[in-house]
């Protein structure tokens, strides 16, 4: 994975790692990997992936069992919720683009159904 | 620690002792074999060149070890390899004591092995009893073996305060910003001009105290006893001095030290 | 605090080259020192590690003021070779073991043996990025607290870039803290904490690398060139 320097690294690994929740990468009660696992898989600083990880444990994407490690909740319902804040963000962004671009949001829904 | 430092020092300076070490045994073996066919003449003048060259490294081989020995407390303190010995978790006097002693121990070898090497080559039955015979007749009022004890304890002061001058130069010389070398010769010739003015004034004193000193020396049946006494006070001195250029190698080197 | 620079002042002649650096470093951080040459940097990592006397102030590791007990819980990584080229591997890892308790010796064969470096192999036949290489896994082989790493990667091409770095990441734990000087910014910034910005001997910047990029939506190489514009 490359890095965009200009943004905290541990934002786009949090961002990264959320996406691997929310598509089934790891499974909802899956155990993921360890600090170091990830620091070696990703070669980031141990620190970074710490900040990541209590990030996504801020969002309860992720829980922490005291001394097995962290898994994906249980709770399908946050992983659900937030797919659908991830899909409605990049959809804003994209009508928002057209928009810019001077597209109407009729016209938009009229060439998404023509590309299908 | 200090074992430890001193087997890497000494490792290092063997490197370069063991070809002049090698250069030594092998002329005096050289000259030995030859000796035996020097009745035809081109072995003998060949066995000649051998003996000749056997003296000049005989003579050169205590200021080669003392050479060695300079060399290799500079590129070990004081040059890119400094950077690791400065850093080791090691006391700086252990550092010091340990290149001290190399110097003393490189001393011994090679007069070891030089009269190793001289006996291949030129000994014969009763040498030593001539030897003592003759050296007995020069000493007058003292045993051959007190002489000799005395000669060698000497020699060790004279050549451990020589080099500790050196040492002494290159930590003061190599604690300067810049021209670290230059500052190390100039610092090397100030101390040896002090070092022959305390001399002087030693002399000096001597003879204010005793005036009857230097005229018992002029006399030709003197007493090696006297000059033995002479010897000493200058021993006693230079060892002091010796210990002088110890402190301030120390001192440089624990205060000062600025590699490169 | 595990590295602590008071007023540190160090003149060469006339010119200063350290104008009261005040740097404090906790455990588990990676921090980079970073500065144009002749910035100071060199001069500092060198003074931390008892290699120049000050001229004034104070440095303190883990508590210890610069001495033996400094110098058992530093790694230092110059930015020259100091190894001996007479030596072979075998030579260099038995000197490593004998004077530092914290050196793992099984672990600098592991990481030699993945460059496949031999234990018989002579310092003196080795390519400049290999002799790098082995400095660097003697230093990473050790358990300090404190790594200090004078210009990893410079003079070194990419894919050696790549390596050092790994290797620097792979071997770091959260109890120790690396210091590491460069100014080749972009390769490295991905694995700082924090960043400390010298120049012409004075510390200008100290501070999260997050917060930096946060605050100027900028990267620290581009925060670094607008600071240091010539």
Redesign the interface.
């Known amino acids: 994975m490359r ?8 934002l786009q690994l949090f961002q990264k790692l959320a996406l691997d929740i929310v598509t089934g990468k790891y499974l909802s009660g899956e155990k993921i990997p360890s600090v170091r696992e990830l ?2 898989m990703y ?6 992936v710490q ?1 990541a990880l209590s990030e996504l444990e801020e969002v309860k994407l992720i829980y922490t069992e005291r001394t097995n490690g962290k898994f994906v909740t249980e709770n399908k319902k946050i992983i659900k919720d937030y797919l659908k804040s991830l899909a409605k963000e990049k959809t804003i962004i994209y009508i928002n683009d057209m928009k810019d671009l001077g597209y109407s949001l009729k016209e938009i829904m009229e060439m998404i159904e023509r590309n299908e | 620690m200090l074992g430890q430092v001193l087997k890497y020092d000494l490792k290092a300076v063997c490197r370069y002792l063991i070809p002049l070490y090698a250069v030594l045994l092998g002329l005096g073996v050289m000259v030995r074999l030859l000796g035996f066919f020097d009745n035809i003449s081109i072995i003998a003048i060949i066995c000649g060149l051998m003996v000749v060259a056997l003296v000049l490294v005989s003579v050169f081989s205590f200021v080669l070890t003392g050479i060695f020995s300079v060399k290799h407390y500079l590129e070990n303190l004081f040059k890119d390899e400094g950077y690791l010995t400065h850093t080791l978790p090691v006391k700086k006097e252990t550092l010091l004591v340990s290149k001290v002693l190399v110097s003393l121990i490189t001393l011994i070898l090679t007069a070891l092995v030089l009269f190793i090497s001289l006996l291949i080559a030129f000994y014969q039955e009763g040498l030593f009893s001539e030897v003592i015979k003759v050296l007995g007749l020069s000493i007058y009022g003292m045993k051959v073996y007190e002489f000799l004890l005395f000669m060698i304890f000497y020699s060790i002061i004279g050549y451990l305060t020589t080099i500790l001058m050196v040492y002494a130069a290159i930590s003061v010389g190599y604690s300067k910003s810049s021209n670290k070398l230059v500052s190390s010769v100039v610092c090397a010739l100030i101390f040896y001009f002090a070092m022959e003015i305390i001399y002087f004034g030693v002399l000096s004193v001597i003879v204010l105290i005793d005036p009857a000193f230097i005229s018992d020396l002029d006399n030709e049946v003197f007493m090696m006893k006297d000059l033995i006494s002479f010897f000493t006070i200058f021993m006693v001195f230079t060892a002091c001095i010796g210990g002088v250029y110890y402190y301030i190698s120390y001192r440089y080197m624990n205060k000062k030290l600025n590699l490169e | 605090m595990l590295l602590e620079c008071r007023n540190v002042c160090k003149n060469y002649g006339k010119r200063e080259v350290l104008k009261d650096v005040n740097i404090s470093l906790p455990s588990g951080k990676i921090v980079g020192l970073l500065g144009k040459n002749g910035s100071g940097k060199t001069t500092l990592i060198k003074a931390i590690n008892g290699l120049l006397s000050l001229d004034k102030g104070e440095i303190l590791v883990d508590g210890h003021k610069i001495g033996v007990d400094s110098k058992k819980v530093i790694s230092y990584l110059p930015e020259r070779t100091y190894l001996n080229m007479h030596k072979t591997v075998k030579d260099i890892i038995e000197y490593f073991s004998d004077f530092y308790e914290d050196f793992d010796k099984d672990k600098a064969y592991k990481l030699l043996s993945n460059l496949k470096i031999q234990a018989a192999d002579k310092l003196s036949i080795m390519s400049k990025g290999m002799k790098e290489k082995v400095q660097l896994v003697l230093v990473m082989s050790r358990k300090a607290k404190l790594y200090i790493l004078d210009e990893p990667m410079g003079g070194v091409d990419p894919a050696t870039r790549d390596y050092i770095l790994d290797t620097i990441l792979s071997n770091f734990d959260e109890g120790s803290t690396i210091l590491m000087s460069t100014h080749l910014i972009s390769d490295i910034e991905r694995v700082l904490d924090e960043v400390i910005f010298i120049d012409d001997g004075k510390i200008i910047k100290s501070e999260s690398a997050d917060k930096m990029r946060k605050e100027s939506g900028k990267s620290i190489d581009e925060v670094f060139r607008e600071e240091f514009r010539c």
């Open positions: 890095f965009n320097n200009e943004i905290p690294i541990y620091s070696n070669k980031v600083n141990p620190n970074t900040k």
